[in-house]
RNA sequence: GCCCCCUUAGCUCAGCGGGAUAGAGCAGCCGCCUUCUAAGCGGCCGGUCGCAGGUUCGAGUCCUGCAGGGGGCGCCA
């Protein structure tokens, strides 16, 4: 929160205690609901009311008494409106070079850490993005990809340490099924076409085939159990295939400036044993059981309760290792959240990747001495962003934890729950699906081709830009900003009904709207000469757009914070655009800077432009927009 | 059957631990470019906050029930 805002949280803290209402109400302070009342109230008589049997008017005035002695920085007075709330009128001529200093002095390289301190000491690891190797990326993996990278980005302004791992499907049904059409079927990749958006293609027409070949089918099912015995020529095809999807999937990511620490493969956590070394762990401490009789009959499963032997046919009970004696998704992803802990006592052997300009490593069967793996898991918390409808097996994740007696590391064990992207019925009916009366969501379908590529989208969100942008890395930086914004806008627990008209706004709400309003007032700092030196104290009255903006500015360290704590980028997107709003608002509203012949109404103008710059362009950074200097 | 999410303006959504007159964008209508970027700004129009109870001085917000919509409960991943 704003240095402003802690303060005055204590002093209403503390008056409240001396007037015997201390701890019985929540000290609330919040911003006035006009600027008549004040700048900043509190309703906290309202409550007091009732423990201290006393009318809240009363209340509200012996706190204005006691908030007045306080001498809070910043604060000119205290006022008391009905029906009881207690305002502090700021003293603008020092609260607002104040603002502006600590915006100004904003740093890349020095967190903001929160007033509450750190959410957790020590390593954050975050997984996301997570995308089967037998396709292109589509608007669904983007918006756990955007939400992952900004959570990530987020909490690192924030001063945490983060580690942010990709974990790659690269084993399993789908991969077999690209396998199969690749060798099969005979198709060959377009002209200049990725090779991830070619394999989608070949998942299409080899789940098309399917329907009229059994012969087919049963090929998968062969593949399938040569990918699962690897060391032999199948499972090797799968692996080199897995690995170029990989590499078309990342540079699809790269485009919207989304990066990651490491690469974990799946097949390396069956390769270096590390279910086996869980499955044992999960033995010893009787967190699963061999199914004797009933539908899961010689699977090994975790019963809903510990030590349950008769839970264990129960269906509720979740199986880990199949009859085949094949681990299931759940149970390597268990191994997995072991190892994120630091807790498997197995490491990875690690890889450089080399990917454009990141240094990214990648797990390997077989690694180089040089890379220090202790970067590398070990973490406090562990964040999974997952889409809900996977709740219940992170649910099961996290049980294993607990049942191994990790209950600490079972609480820091976070999915990061999101809602699907799904198709509205315009966007559905554009991509000539039958749409029905009434019916408002349409599910996408990677094996029916009914998709949205996150390639595609900014293809055409880059070309929509290019004529009007000053040039083509600006329409990029444009195009990419305002998909983000879109899928990073609304709250985890909205479907978003994708829609292409609104996908691609540019005007209103949007991602072009915020890097527009910086982009101008770069424009302004450019024109208007100045710059660092003395505070520019704020001339005697401030105009309502300029008390606006430096209320927006002051709430940035709150937002982020917040954003930090919920893990919502939502939250900092939304306070982005009211600072762009601000900005826009006061660069309408005011006069033109550069014609401003006032010495000092200039000056502190254009440090406030500076300072309203500065905070936008931090907040762009951290929800991975670019903040440009031009559109 | 059990569990999770959603329901606020014509549409898409904000409204955080209950607090002063429910906000924004889009769409529609009307204005504003000899002015630092009009991708902007202003105005108008538009809401029994799904329904019914309850708690409270005070409920869009908390509790219970109901309704409608979506999703999950696999030896798939």
């Known amino acids: ?76 007075g205290w006022s008391v409106t009905a029906p009881g709330y207690v305002n502090a009128r700021l003293d603008h001529a020092s609260w607002a070079p104040a603002v502006i200093d600590t915006a100004l002095a904003l740093d890349p390289s020095r967190p903001l850490i929160p007033d509450g301190g750190l959410t957790v000491a020590g390593r954050t690891l975050i997984e996301h993005t997570n995308i089967n190797t037998n396709k292109a990326a589509h608007v669904g993996h983007l918006r756990n990809a955007c939400l992952g990278d900004t959570v990530a980005r987020i909490l690192r302004r924030t001063g945490h340490e983060v580690e942010v791992n990709n974990y790659i499907d690269d084993t399993g049904v789908q991969v077999a099924d690209v396998v199969v059409g690749l060798q099969h079927l005979g198709l060959t990749p377009r002209e200049n076409e990725p090779f991830d958006q070619f394999c989608s293609r070949v998942y299409v027409e080899v789940s098309r085939r399917y329907e009229s070949d059994p012969a087919l089918v049963e090929l998968r099912a062969g593949v399938l159990h040569d ?119 197995l490491d990875f052997k690690y890889r450089r990747w ?15 001495e040089d890379i220090d793996g202790s970067r590398f898991g070990r973490a406090q918390r562990v964040v999974n962003v997952i889409d809900a409808r996977q709740a219940s097996l992170q649910r099961v994740v996290q049980q294993a934890l607990a049942r191994l007696g990790y209950t600490e590391q079972a609480e820091r064990s976070v999915h990061l729950a999101y809602e699907v992207v799904a198709l509205s019925a315009t966007a559905a009916s554009q991509l000539g699906m039958e749409v029905d009366e009434g019916r408002t969501l349409y599910a996408f379908s ?33 195009a990419a900003g305002a998909i983000r914004y879109y899928l990073q806008k609304f709250s985890l627990t909205q479907i978003i009904a994708f829609d292409f008209r609104e996908a691609l706004r540019v005007t209103g709400d949007t991602g072009v709207y915020l890097q527009y309003a910086h982009a101008r007032a770069a424009g ?37 914070a917040e954003a930090g704590a919920g893990l919502s980028p939502a939250v900092l997107a939304a306070y982005a655009f009211d600072l762009a709003s601000a900005l826009s608002d006061f660069y309408e509203h005011t006069p033109v800077i550069v014609r401003e012949t006032d010495p000092a109404v200039r000056r502190f103008r254009r440090a406030l432009v500076a300072a309203a710059k500065s905070t936008l362009g931090d907040a762009l950074t951290a929800l991975g927009m670019e903040a440009p200097e031009h559109v």
């Open 1 to 76: 929160m704003s240095q402003v805002e802690a303060a005055l949280r204590r002093a209403v803290g503390s008056a409240l205690d001396r007037i015997g209402a201390g701890g019985a109400v929540e000290v609330v302070v919040e911003p006035s609901a006009r600027p008549e009342f004040g700048d900043w109230s509190t309703p906290a008589p309202l409550g007091a009311a009732r423990v201290l049997r006393r009318s809240p008017m009363a209340i509200a005035e012996d706190l204005r008494t006691l908030l007045d002695e306080a001498r809070v920085q910043h604060v000119a």
């Open 227 to 345: 990918i699962e015995a690897r060391d032999n020529d199948t499972a090797r095809f799968a692996k080199e295939m897995a690995g170029r999807v990989v590499r078309a999937q990342l540079a699809t990511m790269r485009r919207f400036d989304i990066g990651y620490d490491l690469l974990t493969w799946e097949s390396d956590i069956l390769e270096l044993g590390f279910w086996e070394r869980a499955f044992q762990l999960l033995r010893g401490a009787g967190a699963v059981v061999l199914a004797q009789d009933g539908r899961n009959a010689g699977c090994w499963v975790m019963p809903e309760t510990s030590g349950n032997e008769a839970a264990a046919e129960e269906e509720d009970a979740k199986v880990l290792v199949k009859s085949d004696g094949v681990a299931t998704y759940t149970a390597k992803d268990i191994a997995y959240q072991l190892w994120k802990f630091g807790l498997l006592g």
């Open 354 to 368: 080399d990917e454009g300009d990141r240094p990214v490593t990648t797990t390997a069967a077989g690694g180089e």
């Open 446 to 478: 990677g094996r029916r081709g009914i998709e949205v590529r996150a390639d595609d989208l900014l293809d055409v969100a880059v070309a929509q830009l290019r004529d009007k942008a000053r040039d083509e890395r600006a329409a990029r930086a444009l």
């Open 524 to 560: 302004i700092l450019r024109k208007v000469p100045g710059g660092a030196g003395t505070p520019a104290p704020p001339p005697a009255r401030l105009v309502p757009q300029e008390r606006a903006l430096l209320f927006r500015i002051d709430g940035y360290r709150s937002a982020l």
